[in-house]
């Protein structure tokens, strides 16, 4: 099967060429520079960077497979969640290909998608994945985190997820607190790299509650009355440092224990983690360091794979194709609110 796919539920205009289990092309245009200025996502503006780069990433992704469109036999986009106006633009193009050349269309969940992300390498997906199931599957970005049981391909089940703020929301929100530049998350990454994590005791929101939901409403309430006590700590570039590498230890703290707890309790031998926050180093450390300790098996997707993706999308949509699900119907609306159960 050779499959294009669309991703544009947010700020990243993506197209991927997927063949036989096998990513030949992924091309992504990132919007950050154009966000930076407001300080977050846009939606009017993204859905118009979506418009004017889908069409050139999309030749560039063909081009880089050596497809045609006259090669295809099948054509896949983000269905949701995301933002409406941003996801209508790849989906609403997706659809009108696939009836132009008459070709099963299959709009996917954009978080299902990351749950098969880490598995995406030189290989099929099918040919690791089968032999290392089942798993419990950490997916944490901007605008959610949760903890799910894939227990085999194309079967899940949602065991947690964030009761309020997501864990790159909190990134986010408490970086703008400390005054650093959009995309906060990362830039409280590079700071955090130079600062001591045990310089300030900082809230574990859930921590000790049994279930696998997440909080982080209360940390970001925690930083903000901290720094309303201590103003001048934001003139000494090492607290900054010290700062930031605390705050960041209180939410990898919580995603690593609630995550390796989870699957010790389900008996899983394997972890994977996806969404734009694995890209945190610490969070990629200390993943890795407890689910070594804990005798697991862990699974990170690639960075470039951890943000918004085509491939993912094209991956995933193959094997429901291959695997006998119906083709969306292509008349079908988008679902911008769409939960994963």
Not at 121 to 131: I, M, V
Not at 190 to 219: I, Q, W
Request: hydrophobic share 45%; with cysteine.
């Amino acid at each position: 099967m050779t499959l294009l796919a669309f991703e544009t539920s947010c700020d990243e205009t993506s197209a991927a060429v997927v063949c036989d289990g096998r990513v030949r092309a992924s091309v992504v245009s990132s919007q950050i520079k154009l966000h930076a200025e407001y300080g977050g996502v846009v939606p009017e503006l993204a859905s118009r960077e979506h418009l004017r780069n889908l069409t050139p990433v999309t030749r560039m992704a063909l081009a880089e497979a050596q497809v045609t469109t006259g090669q295809l036999d099948a054509v896949a986009a983000t269905r949701g969640p995301g933002l409406p106006s941003a996801l209508m633009v790849g989906y609403q193009t997706a659809q009108s290909l696939a009836f132009a050349l008459r070709k099963p269309f299959l709009g996917v969940h954009h978080h299902e998608a990351h749950l098969y992300s880490p598995w995406i390498a030189g290989e099929p997906l099918s040919a690791d994945f089968q032999s290392l199931q089942p798993n419990v599957s950490l997916i944490v970005s901007g605008g959610h985190t949760m903890l799910v049981h894939v227990e085999a391909l194309l079967e899940h089940r949602v065991l947690g997820s964030t009761v309020d703020d997501a864990a790159g929301e909190c990134f986010d929100k408490l970086a703008r607190l400390i005054g650093l530049p959009y995309p906060g998350g990362a830039a409280l990454d590079r700071l955090a790299e130079r600062g001591n994590p045990r310089a300030f005791a900082f809230p574990r929101p859930m921590l000790s509650d049994r279930n696998d939901d997440f909080s982080f409403s209360g940390l970001k309430t925690a930083v903000r009355y901290f720094l309303k006590d201590h103003p001048e700590l934001l003139e000494d570039h090492q607290r900054v440092a010290d700062l930031c590498a605390s705050v960041q230890a209180a939410i990898v703290d919580v995603l690593v224990i609630k995550t390796v707890r989870a699957a010790t309790r389900l008996g899983v031998g394997c972890v994977t983690a996806s969404g734009g926050v694995t890209c945190n180093r610490a969070l990629r450390r200390e993943l890795a360091g407890a689910c070594r300790t804990s005798g697991l098996l862990l699974k990170l997707a690639e960075t470039s794979l951890c943000t918004d993706n085509a491939a993912m999308i094209g991956i995933l949509a193959e094997q429901k194709l291959l695997n006998g699900q119906a083709a969306t119907p292509l008349d079908a609306e988008i679902e911008a609110n769409w939960a994963l159960d």
